[in-house]
């Protein structure tokens, strides 16, 4: 296995290092999402080696790499026993917590359909808040997502979720945390209302689920201890600290574990069992994973999210103590979003997204989050969302300083409008079809975006575009813009 890299191989790494230097850090607690660094290097190089060793394997089938089953199954029976999962509780591990999410409603769609009900478009109910990977999961497979409203603190009524469910419903989703606000969804309570109408209820711990396990009491029970609670995903490559493409999706009952596979005997070629959307699929991921949970097991994860804990903990108390910034809502889980405080004048208010702004020229990545007008007209605000990881309590005095000092610079700013920008749009763009590859360039060209440099300098004109434009025009703009990074 060991073989030293000669000289043009070396060559080829030296490029590679020279392109990472444009990247963001992906250490050191200075990117607040994206990226969760335990902090610890231990565990960065214990995944190196765990990828690399299984790094030829191919994943589609453990009948022929029986390694790749038995990890599956440590990992498996590690993430039950954390979410508290009896023995009826079976499940996979996926590519990421967008796998998870779509697996869960394909298995909600596919059980619905084996049960004959078909009342029209079926429909999957969750908060506003729910991640957009339901959204997408949606739009893949044939469903509607019922978006209900949720209140000012992030938080959905168990009311609500009730009168949304109907015959078409085929699954109720709820967030353990939510990502937008770290809202924690009335679990309980809509577990009970879906066991009611005889509705799956998943329980989207994407973010949560390697965390809250280890927060502490004052967590109200989402796991698999909650009755009517039919399925859950974590994410692995979140603060389970497993690089990324990992995710466990766990079902209770392994009739509805079968129906995520597809099978297929059905063509010339191999028999097709397959658990996620992939055929051929690296073991690299599985593989981090798997070692990660042996090396920490519980107790190390417990010491991780204590570490995450206090941090989250002195960084609500900070952002409070910031004259124009509030938290929203009573964040859960080592997460939170940062709106304007409305109730001081206006020139003393700070814009989340100017904000960012100038964190981001002192060296520091918050992610921006547009406002959002929910279904029954209500206006979710802008805010700045901040993921907290391990090793942002060794960066707390700079962070505090930053934070500060960048509410100073910005203090009394309105937000960025967008109206100059749509102005200078030609009219037929708004009520137009889908924009053609060439017009949707033009228009980004026109806008100061894409190109060499995609983004500009300051996101707030960006996110206040987003927020005016009409959803599919911002839609489609964003697609053009990412579709032209890897135009050759
Ligand atoms: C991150 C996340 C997802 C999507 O996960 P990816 O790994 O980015 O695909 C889904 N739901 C929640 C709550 C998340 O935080």
């Given at each position: 296995?060991?073989?030293?890299?000669?000289?043009?191989?070396?060559?080829?790494?030296?490029?590679?290092t020279?392109?990472?230097?444009?990247?963001?850090?992906?250490?050191?607690?200075?990117v607040?999402?994206?990226?969760?660094?335990?902090?610890?290097?231990?565990?960065?190089?214990?995944?190196r080696e765990?990828?690399a060793?299984?790094?030829s394997?191919?994943?589609?089938d453990p009948?022929?790499?029986?390694?790749i089953?038995?990890?599956?199954?440590?990992?498996?029976?590690?993430?039950?026993?954390?979410?508290h999962g009896?023995?009826?509780?079976v499940?996979?591990?996926?590519?990421?917590?967008?796998?998870?999410?779509?697996?869960?409603?394909?298995?909600a769609?596919?059980?619905?359909?084996?049960a004959?009900?078909?009342?029209?478009?079926?429909?999957?109910?969750?908060?506003?808040?729910?991640?957009?990977a339901?959204?997408?999961?949606a739009?893949?497979?044939?469903?509607?997502?019922?978006?209900?409203?949720?209140g000012p603190?992030?938080?959905?009524?168990?009311?609500?979720i009730?009168?949304a469910?109907?015959?078409?419903?085929?699954?109720?989703?709820v967030?353990?945390?939510s990502y937008?606000f770290?809202?924690?969804?009335?679990?309980?309570?809509?577990?009970?209302?879906?066991?009611?109408?005889?509705?799956?209820?998943?329980?989207?711990?994407?973010?949560?689920?390697?965390?809250?396990p280890w927060w502490?009491?004052?967590?109200a029970?989402?796991?698999?201890?909650v009755p009517?609670?039919?399925?859950?995903?974590?994410?692995?490559?979140?603060y389970?600290?497993?690089?990324k493409?990992?995710?466990?999706?766990?079902?209770?009952?392994r009739d509805?574990?079968?129906?995520?596979?597809?099978?297929?005997?059905?063509?010339p070629g191999?028999?097709?069992?397959?658990?996620t959307?992939?055929?051929?699929?690296?073991?690299a991921?599985?593989?981090?994973?798997?070692?990660?949970?042996?090396?920490?097991?519980?107790?190390?994860?417990?010491r991780l999210?204590?570490?995450?804990?206090r941090?989250?903990g002195?960084?609500?108390?900070l952002?409070?103590?910031?004259?124009?910034?509030?938290?929203?809502?009573r964040?859960?889980?080592?997460?939170?979003?940062?709106a304007?405080d409305?109730?001081?004048?206006?020139?003393?208010r700070v814009?989340?997204?100017h904000?960012?702004?100038?964190?981001?020229?002192?060296?520091?990545?918050?992610?921006?989050?547009?406002?959002?007008?929910?279904?029954?007209g209500?206006?979710?605000?802008?805010?700045?969302h901040?993921?907290v990881?391990?090793?942002?309590?060794?960066v707390?005095?700079?962070?505090a300083?930053?934070?500060?000092?960048a509410?100073?610079?910005?203090?009394?700013?309105?937000?960025?409008?967008?109206?100059?920008?749509?102005?200078s749009?030609?009219?037929d763009?708004?009520?137009g079809?889908?924009l053609?590859?060439?017009?949707?360039?033009?228009?980004?060209?026109?806008?100061?975006?894409?190109g060499?440099?995609?983004?500009?300098?300051?996101?707030?004109?960006?996110?206040?575009?987003?927020?005016?434009?009409?959803?599919?025009?911002?839609?489609?703009?964003?697609?053009a813009?990412?579709?032209?990074?890897?135009?050759?």
């Amino acid at each position: 296995m060991n073989h030293e890299l000669d000289e043009r191989s070396r060559a080829v790494l030296e490029k590679l290092t020279d392109l990472r230097r444009s990247d963001a850090p992906t250490h050191g607690g200075h990117v607040l999402s994206y990226v969760y660094d335990s902090g610890l290097a231990e565990l960065d190089a214990l995944a190196r080696e765990a990828a690399a060793a299984v790094q030829s394997l191919n994943a589609l089938d453990p009948t022929t790499f029986p390694s790749i089953a038995s990890m599956e199954r440590d990992v498996v029976g590690f993430a039950r026993t954390m979410l508290h999962g009896d023995d009826d509780v079976v499940g996979s591990v996926t590519s990421g917590g967008t796998e998870s999410c779509l697996l869960a409603v394909k298995t909600a769609r596919d059980l619905r359909n084996a049960a004959g009900r078909h009342a029209g478009t079926p429909t999957i109910v969750a908060p506003s808040t729910v991640h957009a990977a339901f959204g997408k999961a949606a739009h893949y497979f044939g469903l509607e997502l019922v978006r209900v409203p949720v209140g000012p603190d992030g938080v959905v009524s168990a009311d609500a979720i009730a009168d949304a469910i109907d015959d078409r419903t085929a699954l109720v989703v709820v967030s353990a945390p939510s990502y937008p606000f770290a809202a924690m969804d009335p679990v309980t309570d809509v577990a009970r209302i879906a066991t009611d109408h005889g509705l799956p209820c998943h329980v989207d711990a994407c973010i949560g689920g390697w965390v809250l396990p280890w927060w502490g009491h004052e967590v109200a029970p989402w796991d698999f201890r909650v009755p009517g609670v039919t399925s859950i995903s974590a994410d692995a490559h979140k603060y389970g600290y497993a690089p990324k493409g990992a995710s466990i999706l766990l079902h209770r009952g392994r009739d509805r574990q079968a129906a995520q596979f597809f099978a297929t005997t059905d063509w010339p070629g191999y028999p097709v069992v397959n658990p996620t959307m992939l055929g051929s699929r690296s073991a690299a991921p599985l593989a981090a994973t798997w070692a990660i949970t042996q090396r920490l097991g519980p107790d190390g994860f417990a010491r991780l999210a204590e570490r995450c804990r206090r941090a989250t903990g002195s960084l609500v108390h900070l952002i409070e103590g910031i004259e124009g910034l509030r938290v929203v809502g009573r964040p859960t889980g080592p997460l939170l979003a940062v709106a304007t405080d409305e109730s001081v004048a206006a020139d003393r208010r700070v814009d989340p997204h100017h904000w960012a702004d100038e964190a981001r020229d002192l060296g520091w990545v918050l992610q921006p989050q547009p406002s959002y007008v929910q279904s029954n007209g209500s206006r979710l605000p802008s805010t700045t969302h901040l993921t907290v990881t391990p090793v942002t309590e060794s960066v707390l005095p700079d962070l505090a300083g930053t934070l500060a000092e960048a509410a100073d610079l910005v203090r009394g700013v309105g937000p960025a409008s967008a109206a100059d920008a749509l102005g200078s749009l030609p009219a037929d763009v708004f009520a137009g079809p889908t924009l053609d590859a060439a017009t949707a360039d033009a228009l980004l060209a026109a806008l100061g975006l894409g190109g060499d440099a995609p983004l500009p300098p300051r996101l707030a004109p960006v996110m206040a575009l987003i927020e005016a434009a009409p959803r599919t025009l911002a839609e489609r703009l964003l697609v053009a813009l990412f579709a032209g990074l890897s135009t050759p």
